[in-house]
């Protein structure tokens, strides 16, 4: 029985830490995208919301971690392709280590991987978009095509992941 004492407080701690951080972290405006997004990245990476990367927009460094195919369809004004297979890293040459950098790809694994790439290389200030472009367009921003032109096409990587893009807000590419 006094094992059941011990361990009740325990499981409340545990069951109270994990409603503070999803309290706290970003959502996306999809219960079911969220809960997929919420699965699929391990938050190695600090996460930062759609509208917390409107705010910032300005004073950072957005980076694209997808494949130039994806980037070349469309991708959010500003940002830098570094991909993902094959890094580009001379996107990097004249950003100090402290700059803040905000990383995103289709819905945030491939960005997650990245960041930690970055980490690993010492830059300080990394941040995954939590649900990263598909979250962007379904919160309806505009992104630009490879000549920097508004365009409502998102590469959606495959016809699997492409429902998690609102059918209202984009067209879908893959």
């Not at 927009?57 to 369809?73: F, I």
């Not at 200030?125 to 508004?150: C, H």
């Amino acid at each position: 029985m006094i094992k059941y004492y011990i361990l009740l407080p325990l499981l409340f701690s545990a069951f109270a830490s994990c409603a503070q951080e999803s309290a706290t972290r970003p959502h996306c405006t999809d219960d079911e995208f969220d809960q997929k997004v919420a699965k699929v990245i391990s938050f190695s990476v600090p996460v930062i919301g759609v509208e917390d990367l409107k705010d910032m927009y300005n004073q950072l460094l957005l980076l694209d971690a997808r494949e130039k195919s994806e980037y070349d369809v469309s991708h959010i004004e500003g940002a830098q392709y570094i991909g993902y297979k094959k890094l580009d890293l001379s996107v990097l040459d004249t950003v100090t280590k402290d700059q803040t950098i905000v990383v995103y790809c289709s819905i945030g694994y491939r960005s997650e991987k990245i960041g930690e790439k970055l980490i690993n290389m010492g830059y300080t200030n990394v941040f995954n978009l939590y649900g990263s472009i598909f979250e962007w367009v379904n919160r309806g921003n505009e992104v630009v095509d490879e000549n920097d032109e508004a365009t409502k096409e998102v590469h959606t990587y495959n016809k699997k992941w492409s429902k998690w893009v609102n059918e209202d807000k984009a067209v879908k590419v893959w």
